[in-house]
Every structure is written in structure tokens, then in C-alpha cells.
């Protein structure tokens, strides 16, 4: 699975968008953009994924660039409630040779303040 | 539904001990696993079942094992436990296969295990 690298730390303000970015740049062909998260003392909860379209629900949007070497999730209002570690991953989606581990990296830490 | 639970939430245990750390899912996932976080890491895995009958080592297997008799549990056995063994962990569960946007795995609420 390609190794991925995001900031340790981020902030944002309530209300306000949430731009987390993450850099895959060894991404390879097959191989999907995940994000989850955890919110502390919980395990971890599944947001998006993509492949290489924009993708988006009611959590979040997935922005993936055209040549697929990074990525950036949006939480477009961002609440106390999202404050969390977030975690970009890249694997093969479900189906695929692997088993669907997902290898989770240090992720980013968003706090939300009022 | 209740999804993915585990039992206990905080568990003490002794050097030596053993134990079993019961997670059930009612999803009928046929992917389960067990990962451990420790402080300042992410998950590792533990073990896998991609299947009743069937299981696998993950990254950091050694001190623990599985079974899985039923589709709904995947119970995780700590023989002897030992300090390095002291973690959260978590169980997990997913569809084998089927439309992309069910390829998401859900996790259980944690086991705060501490070994004495």
C-alpha cells in the first residue's frame, strides 16, 4: 500500500470549512483514497473514499488532484463535534488481493475551537 | 442495529494472566479483525478472519489468538498476558465484497486493556 503523509496538527474555526490535506505520491493505479476518523476513546469511523473523481457525501467531500499524488478532505461546516485525528490511507478497494487492512499512519489532529 | 460491540470496555489483568476479549458484530460482515493502538501509534493488526473457519496473522500477531466458529464473532485470546500487551484494542468488521461503497470497515468501541 503507497505510504501517505499529512500535517501532524491543523485548526479550524466553528462554521468554518476544514481543508485536510494528504500526499500519496507512490498512489498506484488501482489503488483507493481513504479518510477516517477518531474521536477521542473511540474507534475509528469511516468518512469517504475516492479513486480518482471528486467524491462527496453527507460527511464530507473528497477532493483528488488529476494526477492523484494528493488529496484533500472538506468538512464544509466544521463542528466542536469534528474534532478528531484524521486519517488518509491508500489501498485497494474491497475485492482486490489484499485483505483490506487498513495501515494507519499518524494522521492529522484537527481541533475545532468556538 | 447494534453493529460492531465489544466486551469488556476496560479489563486488569495480571502478568500471566489470560483472558478473552469477545467482539460480535450482526452486520453479516465476513471480514473481521483486531487491531491494537498504542500511545502515539496508529492501529496495527492483530489478526484476520475472512470467513468463519478461516483466520490469518496481521502485523503483530504473537501473544494472541483467534477463532471463528460463527459469522458474528471473532473472539481475540491473550494466553499469557504480558505488560507489552497493554493497549486498546479493536475489533472491526466489513463485506467481502460488492459495491465500492460498501467497502468500509466498522469498528467497535475499544477494549482499554492494562496488564499489571
Known amino acids: 500500500d503507497a505510504k501517505t503523509t499529512q500535517p501532524p496538527s491543523m485548526d479550524c474555526a466553528e462554521g468554518r470549512a476544514a481543508n485536510l490535506p494528504c500526499n500519496h505520491s507512490t498512489i498506484s493505479g488501482n489503488e483507493y483514497v481513504y479518510w477516517y476518523r477518531q474521536i477521542h476513546s473511540q474507534g475509528p469511523q469511516y468518512i469517504i473514499h475516492g479513486l480518482k473523481n471528486n467524491e462527496t457525501n453527507e460527511m464530507a467531500s473528497l477532493i483528488i488532484t488529476e494526477d492523484r499524488k494528493s488529496s484533500t478532505l472538506i468538512l464544509p461546516h466544521a463542528t466542536l463535534r469534528d474534532t478528531a485525528v484524521y486519517y488518509c490511507i491508500v489501498r485497494v478497494a474491497a475485492g482486490g488481493t489484499s485483505y483490506g487492512k487498513l495501515t494507519f499512519g499518524q494522521g492529522t489532529i484537527l481541533t475545532v475551537h468556538p | 442495529n447494534a453493529g460492531v460491540t465489544q466486551t469488556p470496555k476496560f479489563q486488569v489483568l495480571k502478568t500471566g494472566q489470560s483472558m478473552t476479549l469477545q467482539c460480535a458484530q450482526d452486520?453479516?460482515?465476513?471480514?473481521m479483525s483486531w487491531y491494537r493502538q498504542d500511545p502515539g501509534m496508529g492501529l496495527r493488526l492483530i489478526h484476520y478472519?475472512?470467513?468463519?473457519?478461516?483466520?490469518d496473522q496481521g502485523e503483530v500477531p504473537n501473544g494472541y489468538n483467534v477463532s471463528r466458529s460463527t459469522t458474528e464473532d471473532f473472539p481475540l485470546r491473550l494466553l499469557s498476558a504480558a505488560p507489552s500487551q497493554t493497549s486498546v484494542y479493536f475489533c472491526a468488521s466489513r463485506r467481502a465484497q460488492g459495491a465500492r461503497w460498501t467497502d468500509t470497515q466498522y469498528f467497535g468501541p475499544g477494549t482499554r486493556l492494562t496488564v499489571l
Open positions: 452486520m453479516n460482515h465476513e471480514y
Open positions: 478472519s475472512v470467513g468463519a473457519g478461516i483466520t
